[in-house]
């Protein structure tokens, strides 16, 4: 029996000639020649001031609250329902992770839990686009600019979405982009910070080098100009291997996104009526990456027995993302009921470029009669099907 799997990576021949040309080219490494040609390709297509290329998403986000200054103990606020990497960076500078409640039709960030969680520690948002899906960026930036506080757009799996006509990763000043693996455009992993502020994007790129610039560039200079470390910076570097990948993965990503909208399509068609899962709303002023494909099962359906049935199929589905102010790390009694209520609703199903109509039907006949399993009777709580 064919495997469907959740999600696979487009990646063939083009890449690898990009690649190809790096190993001749003798600069593997980061901020060679590929990397500088990538963010300013990155720059270009998005309109920003500046873009710096990074080893992961991550990483964009660390950065960048670096250059914003976040300091021990102040406030940033999360969305919740997402893969936690917003939070952890908060962390990582010492700051507090507060988090704001979800919109149950989108599972983007709800603009009014924001603004009930401005307090005097607060200096930002960390919004996300959900499974690739913008979130309220009218209603963020109106929030953040009247309380004087930044605004940073999570577009780690939003590339190639829009909101209002403008392109995800340009939503907000700052935006930080992944390229890993499972994301619409990948280098396996890779990722890239974007802001309007070229003084941001310039400390961002001191501090992914260890707090110096391009040991590429200072080769090429004649003499012996001996750089100087002004900041205990990291190493956040993206190679010039998966810069030359992300080049070729860019310029593929309306192709790429066509195939994902059009299974997006075949399955809301095909689920539609199916009264067992809602499918993924896409509010009419904004469009989806589909980096995931989620639907929400009734409360009566258990999860666990369907996520079972469809991979004894071998048909790859997942739990999505998380309720981040569940997770034990972050040790917080907030309460964020719609996040916390889609962590235990919301089923993965096979979403990537490459799934064809045969297997988008598979999935749904699997996913309509693993439904009938395991629904309980309505009105019979807790009762076994
Ligand atoms: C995947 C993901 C990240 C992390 O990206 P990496 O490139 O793996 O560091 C961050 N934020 C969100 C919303 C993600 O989905």
């Known amino acids: 029996m064919d495997t469907i799997p959740l999600v696979h990576a487009s990646l063939g021949e083009q890449e690898l000639a990009a690649v190809a040309e790096v190993f001749s080219s003798g600069w593997p490494a980061g901020q060679g020649p590929r990397g500088k040609a990538l963010e300013s390709e990155l720059a270009k297509r998005y309109g920003v001031g500046d873009a710096v290329a990074v080893s992961n998403c991550g990483a964009a986000l660390h950065l960048a609250l670096l250059a914003l200054g976040v300091r021990p103990g102040d406030e940033v606020i999360v969305a919740d329902y997402?893969?936690?990497?917003?939070?952890?960076?908060?962390?990582?500078?010492?700051?507090?992770?507060?988090?704001?409640?979800?919109?149950?039709?989108?599972?983007?960030?709800?603009?009014?839990?924001?603004?009930?969680?401005?307090?005097p520690r607060t200096v930002g948002v960390i919004a996300v686009d959900t499974l690739g899906l913008p979130a309220d960026y009218a209603e963020l930036k109106s929030i953040t600019d009247r309380h004087g506080l930044f605004l940073i757009e999570d577009a780690a799996c939003s590339v190639g979405a829009t909101y209002q006509g403008r392109e995800a990763g340009a939503l907000a000043p700052v935006a930080c982009l992944s390229f890993h693996g499972r994301k619409g455009a990948t280098s396996g992993e890779g990722g890239?910070?974007?802001?309007?502020?070229?003084?941001?994007?310039?400390?961002?790129?001191?501090?992914s080098s260890f707090g110096i610039g391009s040991i590429f560039d200072q080769a090429q200079v004649v003499g012996l100009p001996i750089p100087v470390f002004t900041e205990v910076g990291y190493n956040y570097k993206l190679s010039d291997i998966a810069a030359a990948i992300l080049q070729v993965q860019m310029g593929r990503i309306g192709e790429l996104l066509d195939r994902r909208r059009a299974v997006a399509a075949l399955y809301g068609e095909m689920l539609g009526d199916e009264d067992l899962v809602t499918v993924p709303h896409v509010p009419?002023?904004?469009?989806?990456?589909?980096q995931s494909y989620m639907v929400t099962l009734d409360p009566s359906v258990d999860r666990a027995g369907v996520a079972a049935d469809l991979r004894a199929q071998g048909i790859g589905c997942g739990h999505g993302a998380w309720a981040c102010h569940l997770q034990p790390v972050y040790e917080t009694k907030q309460a964020c009921p719609v996040s916390a209520d889609l962590f235990e609703r919301n089923l993965a199903i096979p979403m990537h470029a490459e799934l064809s109509t045969n297997q988008v039907e598979r999935v749904v006949e699997s996913l309509r009669a693993a439904l009938r399993t395991h629904a309980r009777p309505h009105g019979v709580p807790g009762g076994a099907a």
Request: aromatic residues 6%; proline residues 10%; negative net charge.
């Open 82 to 119: 997402t893969f936690p990497a917003p939070a952890h960076a908060v962390r990582y500078v010492g700051g507090v992770p507060v988090f704001a409640d979800v919109l149950p039709d989108t599972g983007t960030v709800d603009p009014q839990a924001v603004a009930a969680l401005v307090g």
């Open 192 to 207: 890239a910070l974007l802001t309007a502020d070229p003084a941001l994007g310039a400390d961002a790129r001191v501090r």
């Open 284 to 290: 009419l002023d904004r469009t989806h990456a589909w």
